[in-house]
């Protein structure tokens, strides 16, 4: 055999040689698998020391989503169960309003403003109310936050208010009692208990609720 032929034998004998190894591993891989290179792992996010916030944070679990019951956050709110606090104020027309004068009498402190719609729609109900039990010594006081009497007086005139109105001029008062939002309304014992409040916008039935937990002896109605 010449030389040329040998070569060329040698090369097709070792690319049979080649074929059938790569056939016979096409044969052992288990049926449907690809042969692919496997690439090196990636860490996953979650692997990380701070990637599990939730299991971490002490925000997390039952006692933690519950919130404040509603009486509590009333109580919160209005200072429920606790001592009125000091409240002396000018009187529109004249005077003093002294809540500490009113102990032994069962009051309704209502902070308001004239420019708010929602007082003016409650002045006639709180009108009703201090006339219906006026004989049961309810005394209904409005105070008027960070407005001039001539202000104050004129709204009052023009809704036919019999109750007196105080004039908080600095809104010192308004600060002392927590009333953030206007109107907001107290409901003080004969005691000088806070026993109940509301934010307004408030209707005669909420009214009539506030006016029952300082009057036990009376049966308040709407």
């Not at 044969?27 to 020391?49: D, H, M, N, R, Y």
């Not at 429920?80 to 409240?87: E, F, K, R, S, T």
């Not at 005394?139 to 036919?160: H, M, N, Q, R, Y």
């Not at 005669?204 to 036990?216: E, F, K, Y």
Request: aromatic share 6%.
């Amino acid at each position: 055999m010449s030389p040329r032929l040998a070569v060329l034998a040698g090369l097709l004998s070792g690319i049979l040689v080649a074929a059938l190894v790569l056939g016979g591993i096409f044969v052992l891989a288990p049926e449907g698998t690809a042969i692919v290179p496997t690439p090196s792992p990636v860490p996953s996010p979650s692997a990380s020391p701070s990637a599990s916030p939730v299991a971490s944070s002490p925000s997390v679990g039952p006692s933690a989503s519950a919130g404040p019951s509603a009486s509590a956050s009333g109580a919160a709110l209005f200072g429920i169960g606790q001592p009125a606090p000091a409240l002396v104020v000018p009187q529109v027309g004249g005077g003093t309003i002294d809540l500490a004068e009113l102990k032994g009498k069962p009051v309704w402190v209502n902070f308001m403003a004239t420019w708010c719609p929602p007082c003016q729609d409650e002045f006639p109900l709180m009108n009703g109310f201090a006339a219906r039990y006026a004989a049961d010594g309810l005394v209904v006081i409005a105070v008027d936050v960070k407005e001039d009497e001539g202000t104050v007086g004129a709204f009052a005139e023009s809704l036919g208010a019999t109750f007196p109105l105080g004039l908080d001029s600095t809104g010192a008062a308004q600060d002392a009692w927590g009333a953030l939002a206007l109107p907001v309304h107290f409901w003080i014992d004969a005691d000088g208990i806070v026993r109940d409040g509301a934010l307004g916008g408030i209707g005669p039935d909420i009214m009539a609720r506030g006016l029952q937990s300082i009057m036990p002896g009376v049966t308040v109605t709407p």
